[in-house]
């Protein structure tokens, strides 16, 4: 089985910023590691349904953001630690929500679901105070 732990979290002034981990062990039941994941950021704020927030392929040849974080998040990994991050930088107090990492097998199926695996961490709480 695979776990995703997430990490990072805290309160911080608007304007500031945070780095997010989500490291990664175990395999699935046809053998696949992390270095062969999609990997993604999706956030869920109280009251609001859970959103894309940025996704990465496995060789981090190709990322992907939503709007609302474009040029101010950026997402990377480093297979050899297995492990996704997420740097948030010019946060905004509706950038508060529960961040948590997903894994899926494809590039598309990691923003979309619908892919032949897909797990999911216990979410990371990032508070941003006005």
């Known amino acids: 089985q695979v776990q995703l732990v997430e990490s990072g979290g805290g309160l911080v002034q608007a304007g500031g910023s945070l780095r997010l981990s989500c490291a990664a062990s175990?395999?699935?039941?046809?053998?696949?590691?992390?270095?062969?994941?999609?990997m993604g950021w999706f956030r869920q704020a109280p009251g609001k349904e859970r959103e894309f927030v940025a996704a990465?392929?496995?060789?981090?040849?190709?990322?992907y953001y939503a709007e609302s974080v474009k040029g101010r998040f950026t997402i990377s990994r480093d297979n050899a630690k297995a492990t996704v991050y997420l740097q948030m930088n010019s946060l905004r107090p509706e950038d508060t929500a529960v961040y948590y990492c997903?894994?899926?097998?494809?590039?598309?199926?990691?923003?979309?679901?619908?892919?032949?695996?897909?797990?999911w961490g216990k979410g990371t709480l990032v508070t941003v105070s006005s």
């Open positions: 175990g395999r699935t039941s046809s053998g696949r590691t992390f270095s062969t994941f999609a």
């Open positions: 997903r894994a899926g097998d494809t590039f598309p199926t990691v923003v979309t679901g619908g892919g032949g695996m897909d797990y």
């Open positions: 990465i392929s496995w060789s981090a040849s190709t990322t």
